[in-house]
Nanobody, 125 residues
């Protein structure tokens, strides 16, 4: 089982930046994908960005060009750099892990088994 802990959320003004981190521990072997998801109140959880064990990435259209996902294998940490934030980016952000999943298919929450507890991001206008 994979244990994941998010950090880095907070409150920023529109146009600002945040970097989320996700500490990953436990047994995870290739192939795998690590993903960032978000869920606003009353909304379904949606995929934001994912990276697979070959380094391929996938982004939701709403964040392309603004968000960047990366992984530091030495530190067992997943990151999400979020720039040009908008009020509609406000949500609880979760990281998740899935085995035997490639980036092309990695924005679907149902594909993931292991989840963190979430970190809140609030963007004010």
């Amino acid at each position: 089982q994979v244990h994941m802990v998010e950090s880095g959320g907070g409150s920023v003004q529109s146009g600002g930046s945040l970097r989320l981190s996700c500490a990953v521990s436990g047994s995870i072997t290739s192939p795998y994908s690590l993903g960032w998801f978000r869920q606003a109140p009353g909304e379904e959880r949606e995929g934001v960005a994912a990276i697979d064990s070959d380094g391929f990435t996938n982004y939701a259209d709403s964040v392309k060009g603004r968000f960047q996902i990366s992984e530091d294998n030495a530190k067992n940490t997943l990151y999400l750099q979020m720039n040009s934030l908008k009020p509609e980016d406000s949500a609880m952000y979760y990281c998740a892990a899935a085995l035997n999943l490639w980036a092309d298919y990695a924005l679907l929450p149902d594909q993931y088994n292991d989840w963190g507890q979430g970190t809140q991001v609030t963007v004010s206008s």
